[in-house]
């Protein structure tokens, strides 16, 4: 007899689904992600975990993950904007109105109190399985989602940087991004290492390239971080950036095509450098050939030496680096004036060049630039 209650508390459970939805609906008007819902869509997702919880009932065991209607609606809840938090306490909402009901049906049916318990505790299991299934399907949604989403972000970044988009979709992209249609950014070209990955640098540096209301947008091509800035960016540790012309979004495959760009990742590896702070530089890092033979006149004489050679390359450095001035060329490689006037004598007899032409100090400066020493 006892058995017989238990079954019939389940079948009149099964056909109360409308009192069950309105219960629950009244839960779910807490929700603000829920308002936009259509009823029909709430009422569809109602029926099926009342078919659940009296399938549980029936089977008289825990129902698993696996057991559970496959995830097509959380697919939805989550297209439709709802958090995946609320998605969880919607679901124990209406778990919670179906094990209340149950109750009270029990009671009024005269079903054993460890049978009307066993109920009970198989309908509050659900919602332990159901958040097992959602938190496995969230983490594979998340990952499609950043995989989808970086893809998104190279296909603009990569479009925006090459001129090949068109003005309608720029319009549209923009909005999605929060970019300034109308607004000027430079393009920039960063490259360096991290142990959080590339990944990691990228989004350092869409952070400080962004100001207020304005964001930066960067993208990984290549194995490099590129994109837009709002502003100059301030350094990142481990990461070179070349940073081009301010210019609008529709133009900045111009800014993206300047010299500085390539100069500034094959000068540097560390730092944030645009044209001014190139300068000629930027001419000596992009033309290989007449860097190769200035390196070749001028200092592969002194490497020649050993440890000779590189003392006199260091010398060299700082005699340019402090105006030819050899007082403070002297303190600067703390030597004394004679010693620096000596090694200065000796690079015009190796490589037969006078420090008082200004072409050579030309030349010299731009071969310091293109073989700097390992």
């Known amino acids: 007899m006892t058995r017989e209650a238990f079954d019939l508390a389940v079948r009149r459970l099964a056909g109360d689904g409308d009192l069950l939805l309105e219960r629950t609906l009244v839960l779910l008007g807490e929700l603000a992600s829920y308002a936009p819902i259509p009823s029909a869509a709430l009422a569809e997702s109602a029926r099926r975990n009342l078919d659940t919880a009296v399938r549980a009932l ?11 209607p496959e995830s097509g609606i959380t697919r939805e809840r989550a297209r439709q904007g709802v958090p995946i938090e609320d998605m969880l306490w919607g679901y124990r909402a209406n778990i919670g109105v179906i094990q209340r009901r149950f109750i009270e049906i029990a009671f009024a049916e005269g079903v054993a109190p ?28 998340t990952v499609e989602q950043a995989l989808r989403d970086s893809h998104l972000r190279e296909e603009f970044v990569r479009e925006l940087l090459t001129g090949t988009i068109g003005q309608a979709d720029l319009g549209r992209r923009c909005a999605a991004y929060g970019l300034d249609e109308f607004g000027r950014y430079a393009a920039v070209r960063a490259r360096g290492e991290s142990r959080g990955g590339v990944e990691e640098l990228r989004r350092l540096l869409e952070r400080r390239g962004s100001a207020p209301g304005r964001p930066a947008l960067i993208a990984v091509l290549g194995g490099e971080c590129a994109g837009v800035v709002a502003r100059r960016p301030a350094p990142v540790p481990g990461l070179v950036v070349g940073v081009g012309a301010r210019l609008p979004l529709a133009r900045q495959a111009e800014s993206f095509h300047t010299n500085v760009l390539e100069a500034a990742t094959r000068l540097h590896t560390e730092g944030v450098f645009a044209l001014e702070d190139l300068s000629w530089r930027v001419a000596a ?6 860097g190769a033979y200035l390196v070749e006149r001028y200092l592969t004489p002194l490497r020649e030496h050993g440890e000779f050679g590189r003392q006199l390359e260091v010398t060299l450095r700082a005699y340019l680096d402090n105006g030819q001035n050899i007082a403070r060329t ?17 690079f015009t007899e190796l490589t037969g060049a006078s420090l008082a032409s200004t072409e050579v100090i030309v030349e010299l400066a731009w071969a310091l630039e293109f073989g700097a020493l390992d």
Not at 285 to 290: G, H, R, T
Not at 331 to 345: C, F, K, P
Request: hydrophobic share 45%; proline share 3%; aromatic share 8%.
């Open 285 to 290: 890092a992009n033309a290989p050939e007449v």
């Open 58 to 68: 029936r089977s008289g065991r825990e129902l698993s993950p696996e057991e559970l």
């Open 330 to 346: 002297a303190a600067a490689l703390v030597v004394h004036v004679n010693t620096l006037r000596h090694r200065l004598n000796r």
């Open 114 to 141: 460890e049978l009307m318990l066993d109920g009970s505790r198989l309908l509050w299991s659900l919602g332990d399985a159901f958040t097992h299934q959602v938190m496995r399907w969230y983490q594979e949604w």
